[in-house]
């Protein structure tokens, strides 16, 4: 299929039925939030209960019986650093299994176009930066995710073969850490973000002197907030249609030790921090460039620090008062 980049909107259906899979999770939901918002009216939406995507033949019937227009494919085995280096059986098979299954009942059953999402751990651990799409398969991964950054860069492999051999529009994006509403707040399987907001407001409650940060704080991350990577994901889905990935960052990039400052002062815990660096570093540092995306008429709009408290609010009211 020819490359067409910045081609004018495709998305001038309101009514075309779109299936978000993985629509409760950070991603999902917040793709959920934006089409609504848009006046898209004809979502299809299925719980993890309701349709295993690992399943081959439940998602063979799922999609000759929806038949969806456009799909959005937000659902994977997703975890921080610990998660990531403990279960890495899960995130390759579980992960090869979803997108697998998705792309190819999505392209046999007349779907228009897909947009598969990855993440910047596909890129090599020692990238030059910022790391722009051509730096795919261009040195080693990092030892901790490499089994998802495996999943991650056959799903991009699976888009582009499809587009070739069959010239189905089957695209892809690739975030850099993103945070916001309905995130992961478990304590050792979440990313660094929602892990430490919650270690700052459960010390903050319980009075404790100190909260421990892993790793040495050196490390550098980029993050955006999840209604901006919710935006991107309709842009590129409306108006991006090629061969090659997109990369989809802020350019708003901290240490963690300076991430754990912000947090601590979002949250107003006014204790001292610690390090354990018995945990993991990862990867030194993964700026994405993303002056591709920027090109086609894409800009992010949320601060790291409106999205910290703006997060920190919805965690209070939804996470804090569910427990209550
Ligand atoms: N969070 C981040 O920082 C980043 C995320 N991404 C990418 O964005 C996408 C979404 O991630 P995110 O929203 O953070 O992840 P979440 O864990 O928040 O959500 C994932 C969703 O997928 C669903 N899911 C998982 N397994 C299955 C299954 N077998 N069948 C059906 N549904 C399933 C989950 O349902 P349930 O919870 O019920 O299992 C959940 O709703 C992923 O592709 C991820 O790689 C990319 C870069 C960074
Ligand atoms: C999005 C991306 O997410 C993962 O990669 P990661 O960026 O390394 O993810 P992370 O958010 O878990 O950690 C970032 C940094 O932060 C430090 N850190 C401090 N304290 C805590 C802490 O309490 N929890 C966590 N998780 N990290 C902590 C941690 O040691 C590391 O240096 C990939 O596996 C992969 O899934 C992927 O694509």
Known sequence: MAETIGSGSSMTDKSAKIFVAGHRGLVGSAIVRKLQELGFTNLVLRTHAELDLTRQADVESFFAQEKPVYVILAAAKVGGIHANNTYPADFIGVNLQIQTNVIHSAYQHGVKKLLFLGSSCIYPKFAPQPITES?????????????????????????????????????????????????????????????????????????????????????????LHVDDLADSCVFLLDRYSGLEHVNVGSGQEVTIKELAELVKEVVGFEGKLGWDSSKPDGTPRKLMDSSKLASLGWTPKV??????RQ??????????????
Not at 143 to 148: A, I, L, R
Not at 303 to 308: A, K, N, V
Not at 311 to 324: D, F, H, P, Q
């Open 135 to 223: 730096a795919l398969l261009t040195g080693p991964l990092e030892p901790t995710n490499e089994w998802y950054a495996i999943a991650k860069i056959a799903g991009i492999k699976t888009c582009q073969a499809y587009r070739i051999q069959h010239g189905w529009d089957a695209i892809s994006g690739m975030p850099t850490n993103l945070y916001g509403p309905n995130d992961n707040f478990h304590p050792e399987n979440s990313h660094v973000l929602p892990a430490l907001m919650r270690r700052f407001h459960e010390a903050k409650v319980n009075g404790a002197e100190e909260v421990v940060v892993w790793g040495t704080g050196s490390p550098l991350r980029e993050f």
């Open 303 to 308: 601060s790291l620090r409106d999205g910290l």
């Open 311 to 324: 997060t920190y609010e919805w965690y209070l009211e939804n996470v804090c008062a569910a427990k209550k």
